[in-house]
C-alpha cells in the first residue's frame, strides 16, 4: 500500500499544476492526444512522400485536382492574384526602374520571385516565423541568385538592409505585407524608410478603401489599415487606384501607393493613369 501512494505521489507530481483537477487532467490528456495525432499524421505525409517522392506526388496532385481546386489560392501567385494591382506596378516600374525591392512578410514567396524580375540590383525579403522561412527558402533556392531571404522582424531589419544601401545610389519598391503578428509593424517601417532619405514606392496591402467595399482589409485592435496609420512625414504622399474593385482579380485586398516626398512627380501621366491621390 505505502507503495502505491508513493507511485501516485510521484504521477501527482509529474503532472503540471494546472492538471491537478479531474477537469484539467482530461482537457491535458486530450490536448497530448492531439499533439501525438498531429506528430503521427506528420510521419504520415513524411512517409507517403517519401514513398512516392515529393515532385512525383505534387505532380501526381497537379494532374488530379482541377485548376480551379489550387489556382484560387491567394499565396500561389504574386500580389494575392491582383492583376489590377500587378498592372499598376509594372506601369510603375516601367518608369521608377527600382534598383532593390524589399518585401516585409515572404510566406511563400509568390511576391518575391515577381519582385525579382522589377529589381536591376537585388530584392530582399523579410520574414518573421523560421519555420515559413525555411519552406520558402527552400522553394525559391535555386530560382535567383539575386533575391535574399531573411529571418527576422520586418522594422527591424529593414533599418539594418538601409544602412548598407545608399540613398544616392539606389531607390527602392518596397511591399509592405507583413500583417500576421500581434503588432502591426507598417508604421515602424515607413518611418524607418524616410529616415533612410532615398526615393521610394511602397506598396501596402490590405488597406482600406472606404470608397469601396469590395475590397477587403485588415483590422489590428479594433483599427483597419488605412491613411490614419500612415505617418504625416513631409512631403509623404498616398495613393489608391479608381478602377473599381469589380475589375480586381484573386483576393481583392486593397493596396495603398506611397510616394516618398516629391517621386510621384517623376512619373509619366501613363504610370499614373487610373491613380489617384488621397493624402
Ligand atoms: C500575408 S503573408 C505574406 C504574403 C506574401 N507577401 C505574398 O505576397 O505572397 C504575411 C507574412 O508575414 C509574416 N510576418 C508577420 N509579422 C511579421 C514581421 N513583423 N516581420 C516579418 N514578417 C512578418 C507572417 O509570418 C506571414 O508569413
Not at 539594418?160 to 503588432?183: C, F, M, R, T
Not at 485592435?221 to 505617418?231: E, R, W
Amino acid at each position: 500500500m505505502g507503495k502505491f501512494w508513493l507511485r501516485a505521489e510521484y504521477i501527482l507530481t509529474k503532472f503540471d499544476k494546472r492538471y491537478i483537477s479531474p477537469n484539467h487532467i482530461v482537457k491535458g490528456i486530450f490536448r497530448k492526444l492531439n499533439r501525438l495525432l498531429n506528430v503521427l499524421t506528420e510521419y504520415a505525409i513524411n512517409i507517403i512522400l517519401l514513398f512516392f517522392g515529393s515532385e512525383k506526388l505534387a505532380k501526381y496532385l497537379i494532374i488530379k485536382l482541377e485548376p480551379k481546386d489550387y489556382m484560387n489560392q491567394w499565396f500561389l501567385q504574386p500580389f494575392n492574384g491582383q492583376f489590377v494591382r500587378l498592372k499598376h506596378v509594372i506601369n510603375l516600374c516601367d518608369d521608377f526602374k527600382p534598383t532593390v525591392c524589399i518585401e516585409t512578410g515572404t510566406y511563400r514567396g509568390s511576391t518575391t520571385i515577381l519582385l525579382a524580375t522589377l529589381a536591376s540590383r537585388f530584392t530582399y525579403s523579410i520574414e518573421i516565423n523560421n519555420k515559413i522561412y525555411l519552406q520558402a527558402k527552400a522553394r525559391l533556392q535555386n530560382l535567383d541568385q539575386k533575391i535574399q531571404l531573411i529571418n527576422g522582424d520586418s522594422a527591424e531589419e529593414i533599418e539594418i538592409l538601409l544602412k548598407n544601401l545608399s540613398p544616392i545610389e539606389n531607390q527602392l519598391l518596397v511591399y509592405l505585407d507583413a500583417h500576421w503578428g500581434e503588432i502591426l509593424p507598417i508604421q515602424d517601417e515607413i518611418k524607418v524608410l524616410c529616415n533612410w532619405g532615398g526615393k521610394f514606392l511602397a506598396i501596402i496591402d490590405d488597406f482600406c478603401i472606404p470608397t469601396d467595399s469590395g475590397f477587403s482589409f485588415d483590422v489590428y485592435s479594433g483599427v483597419p489599415i488605412g491613411l490614419n496609420l500612415i505617418p504625416e512625414y513631409n512631403g509623404l504622399e498616398v495613393w489608391i487606384s479608381t478602377i473599381n474593385s469589380g475589375l480586381e482579380t484573386g483576393a481583392k485586398r486593397g493596396t495603398a501607393y506611397i510616394f516618398s516626398s516629391g517621386l510621384s512627380r517623376e512619373f509619366s501621366a501613363s504610370a499614373m493613369t487610373n491613380l489617384k491621390q488621397i493624402r
